[in-house]
T-cell receptor, first 115, second 119 residues
């Protein structure tokens, strides 16, 4: 079964420092991987995705993620964190089931960027 | 582009009443819409998948008679929580896939969610 794991409930980073939010996946076949961000009482906003091609994927708001097949990881990164990056981040994998591609989300990681 | 509008953003209702939540794709045709439920400080749980003009497909453990889904057009899906109880209080989020793109190549676009509180 397709699944993703986010091992950290919360990540704390000082503003200006690099940040990493971890995600590992378990899939059969080629993985379709996504990162989304959620601000309080809002829906999810798409950040980036990996379908195929370059292992380093660049996305919105300066975020990027590195697909590592040998480690089955897809960690989200940003070189310099902003206080406004504080939010809930979800890693997701696409699962084909019942005729549809469905997104299966990890538990989420709360990112807190301190001034 | 690719805006999904969800209404209402919040609703408070009495136990035993029904509540309807609308999800509209404003500038694209959505072949498929998904309904998620999110408990406080938890991840999103997929409830059901709806396809325009056909019956919704519910995930295991989700009561189809409790959560009625209608996908009447390529731009509108509705979720009705019937005979609501306090345990139905939650944050409900819809999302949509753009028509004619392979789902894995089209990031789902999400509504801003509806916070339901049943008293």
């Amino acid at each position: 079964a397709q699944s993703v794991a986010q091992p950290e409930d919360q990540v704390n980073v000082a503003e200006g420092n690099p940040l990493t939010v971890k995600c590992t996946y378990s899939v059969s076949g080629n993985p379709y991987l996504f990162w989304y961000v959620q601000y309080p009482n809002r829906g999810l906003q798409f950040l980036l995705k990996y379908i195929t091609g370059d292992n380093l994927v660049k996305g919105s708001y300066g975020f990027e993620a590195e697909f590592n097949k040998s480690q089955t990881s897809f960690h989200l990164k940003k070189p310099s964190a902003l206080v406004s990056d504080s939010a809930l981040y979800f890693c997701a994998v696409s699962r084909f089931s019942g005729g549809y591609n469905k997104l299966i989300f990890g538990a989420g990681t709360r990112l807190a960027v301190h001034p | 582009g690719a805006v999904v509008s969800q209404h209402p953003s919040w609703v408070i209702c009495k136990s035993g009443t029904s509540v309807k939540i609308e999800c509209r794709s404003l500038d694209f045709q959505a072949t498929t819409m998904f309904w998620y439920r999110q408990f406080p400080k938890q991840s999103l749980m997929l409830m059901a998948t709806s396809n325009e003009g056909s019956k919704a497909t519910y995930e295991q453990g989700v009561e189809k008679d409790k959560f009625l889904i209608n996908h009447a057009s390529l731009t509108l899906s509705t979720l009705t929580v019937t005979s609501a109880h306090p345990e139905d209080s939650s944050f409900y989020i819809c999302s949509a896939s753009i028509r004619d793109r392979g789902p894995a190549n089209s990031p789902l676009h999400f509504g801003n969610g509806t916070r339901l509180t049943v008293t």
